[in-house]
Structure formats: structure tokens, C-alpha cells
């Protein structure tokens, strides 16, 4: 696996990975028609421009990581909802896989060799999940642990960066080989061009709703760590289930495949559902156990597990969608109505979709108290969907059709080197490579002395955390537009 650093003399536009399967400038074509080998190919207000709104989404994405990663523990309610609910954590990877799924509508808008683009949409896909392996597989403790390395037997196969590459590898090749040679000149012809694709979102959902709700999770057991000082090792715990269809923690199908085909050793070992109420005397923040706390709370679950993985291949979906109106449709409000009607449906959609959960299961006599609660995990897919095309767009009318461009140029900057940011700051490599350079105490470096000072400044633990993961920040935009002003742009 390697890693090309590309230094060029004009802008390019790269992704959190960027999908271009021959290294070329994309091209953003905004003809009415497409694929035709004759066609007009006007490009973005006629001159050739970016899709600046692209590019500060996916800057502002990678900071509200920064943010929500760094500053969650001081403030519990940005952090990722423990389980049930929405918080402003819980876009971050839609909004990533959206961006990933536009970006492949405008690479591979043409391709000239179908099977050389295949082959190197496989590759890339290895890469980008091999480099997630290394950065969040275990072998990086991270910060305020000074040790590196992994336990093979323990290492963590999922991820942020695995979910993205399978997202990339399934929407890539839908793009490649499932889209009709249609001239788009009119309604009924852009579905002719994509609907095949539309049908494999609509089986994907399938799939995962008949999984989610159908599979039988039966009694199973895992290893928990002993809480006890005097005793060493772990103990097998049994979590008693037997059920169909349930979202809570302990017994849902997302989390019973996972163990089943990964391993429960190869799971994500602190899982958000901790910090709820049954597993934390602090919740929603993580803290000690509560007395009366259900075994289950020390297993382990995978937030980027197999299953759940079939929902960010349908945000890439979602995204494809969001760019393809962009190349068949020139005019700015044109798009704009489209893409307000199209997060509209999808909302529409996750309302219908619950209401039909509910009716099921209402007719099959379990629909309890906890219904409403499972069922909302619907609403919060579409609602995902829904606010990333609603946040697109905003940036579009601002950015590319209103030309308001300075005020966001730091979030422009590190949208254009989004994977370098996310290497270095998301996983935690570069504050942990500098909290190495310490003076005689492992607590005396300067990531740790800065938080310390900013807090004692601001007499306040939680604010001053805040302003510090705020100037982490605006240092990583800097770093970007550096990078950018040399001309050098990280992708695989």
C-alpha cells in the first residue's frame, strides 16, 4: 500500500479518498446530456470551477469530527447519541459517505475502459482499507498512551475508513456497469439512465430490513473483563435473548452478525451504549456501572459492523443521486428544486417507513412500549439523507451560485486535503506524536500543557477543552491551505 503526494500547478479535488480511477482532474460537467460522444460538456458556471460546495462540506465534516471526537467527553450532548436518538456526532459519516457518493457520479460520469476502471476501483478499495486497518485496527493507542502496537488475535477489522471503502466499492461499480447509455434530455430519460440503481437501493434496504427484523438472535455469551482487583482474567458472561426484531443493545441483529462472522475479540471494545442509562452512573457521559447493571453492558459492539455497513452503501447511493442531477441539469434553481424535492421524499420515506414498522408489528402483537423508540431508527437513516442534500445544497446556492467564497476558504482549504487531516488529527497520530517530546514526566508535553493552560484561563474545564479543540482546528485548516498553496494534495 502506498500513498501518491501529487503536486500539481492546478486545483484538484480530492476526496476523504479521492475516487478517481486515472489520477486525472475530475471534470464537472453540467451538459443536459451526458455520455454521448458528441456532447457539449459545459462545466460549472462555464468556466471550468470547482464544486466549491463540495469541498467545503467535506471541510466542515472533518472539523465537526474534530470537534465531536475531541470535545464529546466534555460536552455528552454532541457526543454520539448512546443509542436511541440523533446527535450532531451522528451525521458525521453520512455526510462523508455523501460526499463519497457525489464525487463518484462525477468521476465516472464517462468511462472509456469499463473493466481497467473496475480494476482499479478494487484497488483502491484495498488500499483505503488496509490504511483504515493500520489507523484504527489497534496498532495506534492514540492519545495519553505512549505505546503502539496490536494483538493480531484482538486486532479490529471494521472502521470509519473500511465502511467508506466498502461504500466506494459498491457505488463505484454501480456507477461502472449499471447505468444505461441514455442521452438525458428529459425526464423520462434520466430514470431509463439510473433506475437499475435505484433497484439495487431499494434491494439493499430490503435485505437489511428483512435481516434487522427477521433474524432470530438467540442466547449468547462473551467474555467480560473481571471488575474485581483480587481477580485476574475474564469471565463468560451469557446474555439471554430469543427474540426477532429487536433494536436494544444486548439482542439486535446488527450486533449478533458481527459477533458471528468477526469474533467478539474483533469488535469495538468501548461501545456507545455504555454511556446509557443501565450501563453508567454518569450517562449520557461513560462512568462506572450502576449496581443493578445488565451484563451486557461489557460486551462488545461494532458501530461499523457488517450489516450496518449496507446503510452507508445507500447514503453513497444518495449521494450518486445528488450528482447526478448536477450533471443533467444546467440551471441553478433547476437543480436546487430537485435536490429540495428529493430530500423531501426521503423524509417523507423514513415517516412511511416507520408508520409500516409499527402496523407489522402491531398485527404480529409486539408492538410494546419500546416500538416507538426501535422504530426511530428509520427516521434518523432519512434524516441523515435528508439534512446532507439540505446542507449541499445550502453550500451550492452560497458558494457556487452566490459566490460566497472568503468566509469559508479555511473549510474549503481542509476539504481538499480532507484524508491527510483525518489521519493525522482524527485518529489521534499527530497530538500523539508530539505528547512523545515530554519533559522528565510522560504528563508534561505540550498537547496536554496547552489544554491545561487554556482551561485554567477560562476557570472552566469543559470551555477550555473546547477553545482548544477549536484551535486544533483552525490549525489543521492552516496546515491544509498550506498544503494547497504548494500545491500538494494527499490521496490514494
Not at 173 to 179: D, N, R, T
Not at 228 to 235: A, D, E, F, I, V
Not at 334 to 361: D, I, K, N, T
Not at 467 to 483: E, K, P, R, T
Amino acid at each position: 500500500m502506498s500513498t501518491l503526494i501529487t503536486i500539481a500547478e492546478e486545483q484538484r479535488q480530492p476526496l476523504l479518498l479521492d475516487p478517481s480511477p486515472d489520477g486525472n482532474e475530475e471534470e464537472i460537467a453540467a451538459s443536459s446530456s451526458s455520455n454521448g460522444p458528441d456532447a457539449p460538456k459545459l462545466t460549472l458556471d462555464d468556466s471550468n470551477q470547482r464544486l466549491l460546495s463540495l469541498d467545503v462540506f467535506r471541510g466542515l465534516t472533518v472539523a465537526l469530527m474534530i470537534l465531536v471526537d475531541d470535545a464529546g467527553g466534555a460536552f455528552p450532548s454532541i457526543n454520539h447519541a448512546p443509542w436511541f436518538g440523533v446527535t450532531i456526532a451522528d451525521f458525521v459519516m453520512p455526510f462523508f459517505l455523501f460526499c463519497v457518493g457525489v464525487s463518484i457520479s462525477l468521476v465516472f460520469k464517462k468511462s472509456s475502459s469499463k473493466t481497467l476502471a473496475t480494476k482499479k476501483v478494487i484497488l483502491r478499495t484495498i488500499k483505503l482499507f488496509l490504511l483504515g486497518l493500520f489507523l484504527q485496527g489497534g496498532y495506534f493507542h492514540g492519545r495519553d498512551n505512549l505505546t503502539y502496537g496490536v494483538d493480531v488475535v484482538k486486532i479490529r477489522w471494521l472502521g470509519v475508513l473500511q465502511r467508506i471503502s466498502i461504500g466506494y466499492l459498491l457505488a463505484s461499480i454501480s456507477e461502472i456497469w449499471l447505468v444505461y447509455n441514455v442521452v438525458v434530455d428529459c425526464p423520462t430519460a434520466f430514470v431509463r439512465k439510473y433506475h437499475v440503481q435505484w433497484i439495487v437501493a431499494a434491494l439493499l434496504l430490503s435485505f437489511y430490513m428483512c435481516l434487522l427484523y427477521g433474524l432470530y438472535v438467540p442466547n449468547w455469551e462473551f467474555q467480560a473483563p473481571s471488575l474485581n482487583l483480587s481477580t485476574n482474567g475474564s469471565h463468560t458472561q451469557i446474555v439471554h435473548c430469543g427474540v426477532r426484531g429487536s433494536l436494544e443493545p444486548p439482542c439486535n441483529a446488527v450486533g449478533y452478525i458481527d459477533q458471528y462472522f468477526l469474533g467478539e475479540q474483533h469488535l469495538y471494545q468501548r461501545p456507545v451504549y455504555r454511556r446509557t442509562k443501565e450501563c453508567s452512573v454518569n450517562s449520557p457521559d461513560y462512568g462506572p456501572l450502576p449496581p443493578d447493571s445488565p451484563e451486557w453492558c461489557l460486551a462488545p459492539f461494532d458501530p461499523e459492523g457488517i450489516l450496518s455497513s449496507l446503510m452507508a452503501v445507500l447514503t453513497c447511493f444518495v449521494g450518486l443521486h445528488f450528482g447526478h442531477v448536477l450533471l443533467h441539469y444546467k440551471g441553478q434553481m433547476q437543480r436546487a428544486l430537485l435536490w429540495s424535492m428529493s430530500s423531501f421524499l426521503l423524509l417523507v420515506s423514513g415517516f412511511g417507513l416507520e408508520m409500516l414498522v409499527c402496523f407489522v408489528q402491531l398485527m404480529a402483537g409486539r408492538c410494546n412500549r419500546h416500538s416507538s423508540l426501535q422504530t426511530t431508527v428509520h427516521i434518523e437513516l432519512y434524516v441523515h439523507h435528508c439534512w446532507s442534500i439540505r446542507l449541499v445544497l445550502n453550500h451550492y446556492l452560497l458558494h457556487n451560485v452566490k459566490h460566497f467564497r472568503k468566509p469559508v476558504v479555511l473549510l474549503q482549504w481542509m476539504g481538499m486535503n480532507a484524508l491527510i487531516v483525518y489521519a493525522l488529527a482524527a485518529c489521534d497520530i499527530f497530538p500523539a506524536a508530539v505528547q512523545g517530546f515530554y519533559w522528565r514526566s510522560p504528563e508534561n508535553n505540550l498537547v496536554d500543557g496547552m489544554e491545561s493552560l487554556l482551561q485554567a484561563m477560562l476557570h472552566s474545564s469543559k470551555w477550555g477543552t473546547l477553545v482548544f479543540v477549536l484551535l486544533q482546528i483552525l490549525f489543521w485548516c492552516l496546515v491544509a491551505g498550506f498544503l494547497h498553496m504548494k500545491g500538494i494534495y494527499i490521496k490514494l
